[in-house]
């Protein structure tokens, strides 16, 4: 037993019956025979909480639980009808009943009432999740994964938490902290970030490059301080594969450690994962992973809520802060040491309220180190406001519909799809455009289920909207999904005027390559671009002005001509823009003392870095992949 352990049942009295004691990753879990105990018991965990500052969790011992059939009667009496559909689904092991619910809110109830009425009646801990308003299959396989590996999961959250308290102390030691970088750096593609301690190795972040090929798409994993068997932690900052694509070879490598993230990323991360290997066997590729590799990758997760504070080894404790980049995007806040040194890792971030998310926040307890991305941080990177964007897009629109034509946008699958749907159904709405059907394919339609999920993630008018007057504009009937090969050469072929939203967003692979190849001939359709195109992609040549291609249709190759009208809006980016960047280091709280500027092609990082440290007088440093930085 751990020390920890032993602190905290030395501090609870012996007439409490506490017959399990153990860890769930960095929490502490309480099993008590005690019914009175499980029920009011804050008095005494307040006090050593306080005393040893980490979260402790009571619940009843499990051979104290109603049973199931008698509990699941007793909720469904408890809750209202109103709260819609709902699985009941128990835990055995963990004691704790999940409640899935259309409306979880009211299987909550004011201030959690119903909640303490269930846990009082049947002794059950309960936990609600959200039935999503689109069926979404890869939530259903993940949850189904989760719940069949209780057993394996109770023991593996139990050994992290002793991993993170051994040799548990108050007070730990002020040492060194270094970085390396095996991808991401003077690039956009495969971010990687290699955090080692004495007492630590994390990674943060692990993409592959979709644009190259051989070693060039993913991490330099060769470099010699780097060992799958010494890495005690995995941190994803958000679902794109440039950031996630490589976690599962992590598993086919035989790491088992636990993979942190919130819970759309987890979700989403699986679903991209897994299409990636589809794209790589229609291709006729080999992928670098399986489907087991990614179920091994859920089966190893660990969420964490924006601003929770979770211990992940003995000397690193972690934070999530929203990043305004994607459904559950996160800045990574890093507390290392007893107070030594405190970093953040940006990742991908947006310091701008869009349609779909609240701006990336600002204000941190300390900060003295910092990852910053320049995608577009280039002096040349000022893009138009939000308002001539849709501007721009409403003429665009406008234009292809009077002459018959088709909008073709290439999307990423995660974030900017959604964003350009909420844009367009407001326009549609407010009739500022023409009721068109708006065809959405590839990850597109999955990945906008998963966001009907976690509406809590979403900016505060959409979900004022969906929580206070039941609309989600997702829901809304001029989306049609498009489900296959058949479907799409119908709307091609036999659809009028229409908006189309298909991945990939760089024309790399995906449904949108299959649209573009069909429709580019025809002057009367428009394509436009709304991502960042990277280098050597489809979408870049043909951002870049090139015309003319050899296209595969059926395994012949056929010559494509270039006539749609194309055009690009930067303004749509999930990504800071050059002037957004600048903002975001002024009203920073506190000031960091060192900027580390990546994830920009070379001559955007080194200019944004160059302009950092002049404007606000902060040491500045844009590394090369292979480098190696002391923070501390």
């Not at 980490?54 to 619940?59: H, Q, S």
């Not at 299959?137 to 949850?143: H, P, S, Y």
């Amino acid at each position: 037993m751990a020390e920890i352990l032993k602190e905290i049942l030395k501090d609870i009295p012996e007439s409490v019956d506490i017959s399990i004691a153990l860890f769930e990753g960095a929490n502490i879990v309480l099993y008590t025979k005690s019914r009175d105990f499980f029920l009011d018991n804050n008095e005494i965990i307040k006090e050593i909480v306080n005393k040893i500052k980490k979260r402790i969790e009571v619940r009843i011992d499990p051979s104290m639980t109603l049973d199931e059939e008698k509990s699941t009667a007793e909720i469904e009496k408890i809750v209202s009808k109103e709260a819609g559909k709902m699985n009941i689904l128990f835990d055995s092991q963990r004691s704790q009943v999940i409640i899935e619910a259309e409306k979880p809110g009211l299987v909550i109830g004011k201030s959690g009432e119903i909640l303490r009425e269930i846990k009082q009646k049947t002794l059950w801990t309960p936990l609600v999740k959200r039935i999503p308003a689109i069926r979404s299959k890869i939530l259903e396989n993940i949850r189904k994964v989760l719940y069949e590996n209780n057993d394996y999961r109770r023991n593996f959250l139990h050994k992290i938490g002793e991993r993170i308290y051994t040799n548990w102390m108050n007070e730990k030691r002020e040492e060194w902290i270094r970085v390396s970088f095996l991808g991401g750096a003077r690039q956009v593609g495969r971010s990687c970030l290699y955090l080692q301690t004495p007492e630590s190795r994390v990674l943060l972040d692990c993409g592959i490059n979709i644009a190259a090929s051989g070693k060039d798409a993913y991490p330099y994993f060769e470099i010699p301080e780097f060992n799958i068997n010494e890495l005690d932690a995995v941190i994803i900052s958000h679902p794109h594969l440039d950031h996630c694509g490589l976690v599962p070879l992590l598993f086919k490598m035989g790491y088992r450690g636990p993979v942190y993230w919130t819970l759309p990323t987890r979700d989403i991360s699986a679903l991209l994962c897994l299409d990636y290997i589809g794209v790589a066997f229609k291709e006729a590729k080999k992928s670098l992973f399986t489907a087991t590799d990614v179920k091994e990758m859920v089966k190893h997760s660990i969420w964490l809520d924006y601003e929770e504070v979770c211990d992940i080894t003995p000397d690193i404790r972690i934070t999530f802060y929203n990043a305004g980049h994607t459904l559950g995007s996160a800045m990574v806040h890093l507390h290392i040491g007893n107070g030594l040194h405190n970093f953040l890792y940006s990742g991908d971030t947006k310091y701008a309220r869009t349609k779909l998310l609240e701006a990336a926040v600002t204000k941190f307890p300390r900060l003295e180190t910092m990852t910053l991305e320049s995608t577009y941080g280039g002096k040349d990177n000022i893009q138009p406001s939000r308002e001539e964007c849709e501007k721009q897009l409403v003429e665009i629109i406008k234009n292809t519909v009077e002459r018959r034509g088709k909008v073709l946008i290439p999307v990423l699958g995660v974030g900017r799809a959604q964003e350009v749907m909420l844009i367009v159904e407001e326009l549609v709405r407010k009739k500022t455009i023409p009721d068109v059907p708006v065809f959405v394919q590839g990850m597109v339609w999955d990945v906008t289920a998963i966001h009907t999920a976690y509406p809590d993630f979403l900016n505060n008018q959409v979900k004022k909207a969906i929580f206070h007057h039941d609309s989600n504009p997702f829901l809304s009937p001029i989306f049609k999904q498009v489900a296959s090969a058949k479907e799409r050469q119908q709307v091609i072929e036999d659809t009028g005027s229409c908006i189309i939203l298909a991945t990939s967003g760089m024309l790399q692979g995906g449904a949108s390559v299959e649209y573009f190849r069909e429709l580019a001939s025809n002057p009367r359709n428009s394509l436009v671009f709304v991502s960042y195109q990277g280098e050597g992609s489809l979408g870049k040549r043909v951002q870049s002005g090139e015309r003319q291609f050899v296209m595969e249709s059926n395994g012949k190759k056929e010559n494509v001509e270039v006539k749609m009208e194309v055009y690009i809006i930067e303004g749509l980016s999930g990504h800071s823009s050059r002037n957004e960047l600048t903002r975001f280091v002024y009203n920073l709280d506190p000031r960091p003392k060192k900027i580390i500027v990546v994830h920009g092609e070379s001559s955007r990082c080194l200019d944004l870095a160059s302009s950092l440290h002049k404007l606000n007088k902060i040491e500045t440093v844009a590394p090369k992949n292979l480098e190696a930085i002391r923070i501390r």
